[in-house]
């Protein structure tokens, strides 16, 4: 089993900025993707960002420009930095994980942290 442990959410007035980061750890073999989604009430789960082991990125539309993401392999840890914030934002995050190998994968979800932006 893989334990993800994720920080950094909170209360922000818009424009401002956040960086979540998420931890795994456990029974780690081989971490591929990484990513965070979020869920706003009453909607379904979307992805936010992802990230490859070689680093190749992948962003959705209302993201771009704004959020970045990044991993630090040494670490098995996903971040995300968010700027200019905007109220639409406000979900909770949640950070994804796909670890092993071909047909082995597993993929893995951390309890969510609360994002809020205040307008």
């Known amino acids: 089993q893989v334990h993800l442990v994720e920080s950094g959410g909170g209360l922000v007035q818009a424009g401002g900025s956040l960086r979540l980061s998420c931890a795994a750890s456990?029974?780690?073999?081989?971490?591929?993707?990484m990513g965070w989604y979020r869920q706003a009430p009453g909607k379904r789960r979307e992805l936010v960002a992802d990230?490859?082991?070689?680093?190749?990125?992948n962003y959705a539309d209302d993201v771009k420009g704004r959020f970045t993401i990044s991993r630090d392999n040494a670490k098995n840890t996903v971040y995300l930095q968010m700027n200019s914030l905007k109220p639409e934002d406000t979900a909770v995050y949640y950070c994804?994980?796909?670890?092993?190998?071909?047909?082995?994968?597993?993929?893995?979800w951390g309890q969510g942290t609360q994002v809020t932006v205040s307008s």
């Open positions: 456990g029974s780690i073999f081989s971490i591929n993707a």
């Open positions: 994804h994980v796909n670890d092993g190998v071909g047909s082995l994968a597993d993929d893995y």
């Open positions: 990230i490859g082991y070689g680093d190749s990125t």
